[in-house]
C-alpha cells in the first residue's frame, strides 16, 4: 500500500527558504500516471493547495503563491519536494504531501476534468520564527 | 476567503442524514469539473470521500454520496454516527490559471 511521509526543516527564520520533502514507500512515484501535490493548512483554519507536478514533470502553483514556490521531483530516490522562499509568519502551517489523479473523460458529448488526492502524507508541522 | 463557499458548520443526530453545501462559479462548480471531498478529525491528515462529484473509493461507507447541481456540490451523508462527526471540505479544479481550489471548510457534529 502506497504511503507519503513528510520530512524537512520544523522550523524556519523569516525571509528564508522552506524546504520539505515526501518520500513515497510501497509504490513507483513514476508508475500510474499519478501526479504529486502539495497542500497546507494555517493552525484552526481550512486547506490551502499550493501546487502540483504532473507526471510529465509540468508544475502548477496557487497563483498567491507561484513566485515563491518550486515543486520538483527526483525519480531515482522516489520523492518529490517543495520549496518555498521568503517566509513569513504567514506561511506557518502543517505542510501536507499528497498523491493526485487527474485528467478528463468524455461523456454525454461532453469532456469533463477531474482532480483529486486520494493517498496523502501525515503531514509536518512548519513554524516561521526568529 | 476560499474560492468555494461551505458552511460554517452543520449538525445532526445520530441516524439522521445531513448535506453539506459547496458552492462555486461557472467557471469551477458549475464547470465541466468534477468535485472531489475529504473528511478530517482533528489531528489527523484529510481523507478521500468522494471524488469525480460522485464516485466512492474503496472502503469508504455507502452512506456518503456526492451530487451536483448548477453551481453547487453536494456531500450527503445518511445514518449519522458518532463517528462521522469531522471536518468536510471541498475541492475543485478552476481552470488554467487559477487551478484547485478549497472550500472553506464545514464541521459536522454529531449530537
Known amino acids: 500500500q502506497l504511503q507519503l511521509q513528510e520530512s524537512g526543516s520544523g522550523l524556519v527564520k523569516p525571509s528564508q527558504t522552506l524546504s520539505l520533502t515526501c518520500a513515497v514507500s510501497?509504490?513507483?512515484?513514476?508508475?500510474?500516471?499519478?501526479?504529486w501535490s502539495w497542500i497546507r493548512q494555517p493552525p484552526g483554519k481550512g486547506l490551502e493547495w499550493i501546487g502540483y507536478?504532473?507526471?510529465?514533470?509540468?508544475?502548477y502553483y496557487n497563483p498567491s503563491l507561484k513566485s515563491r514556490v518550486t515543486i520538483s521531483v527526483d525519480r531515482s530516490k522516489n520523492q518529490f519536494s517543495l520549496k518555498l522562499s521568503s517566509v513569513t509568519a504567514a506561511d506557518t502551517a502543517v505542510y501536507y504531501c499528497?498523491?493526485?489523479?487527474?485528467?478528463?473523460?468524455?461523456?454525454?458529448?461532453?469532456?469533463?476534468?477531474?482532480?483529486?488526492?486520494?493517498?496523502w502524507g501525515k503531514g509536518t508541522t512548519v513554524t516561521v520564527s526568529s | 476567503q476560499s474560492a468555494l463557499t461551505q458552511p460554517a458548520s452543520v449538525s445532526g443526530s445520530p441516524g439522521q442524514s445531513i448535506t453539506i453545501s459547496c458552492t462555486g462559479t461557472?467557471?469551477?462548480?458549475?464547470?465541466?469539473?468534477?468535485v472531489s471531498w475529504y473528511q478530517q478529525h482533528p489531528g489527523k491528515a484529510p481523507k478521500l470521500m468522494i471524488y469525480?462529484?460522485?464516485k466512492r473509493p474503496s472502503g469508504v461507507s455507502n452512506r456518503f454520496s456526492g451530487s451536483k447541481s448548477g453551481n453547487t456540490a453536494s456531500l450527503t451523508i445518511s445514518g449519522l454516527q458518532a463517528e462521522d462527526e469531522a471536518d468536510y471540505y471541498c475541492?475543485?479544479?478552476?481552470?488554467?490559471?487559477?487551478?484547485?481550489?478549497f472550500g472553506g471548510g464545514t464541521k459536522l457534529t454529531v449530537l
Open positions: 499528497a498523491r493526485v489523479k487527474t485528467g478528463t473523460f468524455y461523456s454525454n458529448y461532453n469532456y469533463y476534468y477531474y482532480y483529486y488526492m486520494d493517498v
Open positions: 510501497g509504490g513507483s512515484i513514476s508508475s500510474g500516471g499519478y501526479s
Open positions: 507536478i504532473y507526471h510529465s514533470g509540468s508544475t
Open positions: 461557472s467557471s469551477d462548480v458549475g464547470s465541466y469539473n468534477l
Open positions: 469525480e462529484g460522485s
Open positions: 475541492c475543485s479544479y478552476a481552470g488554467s490559471s487559477t487551478y484547485v481550489v
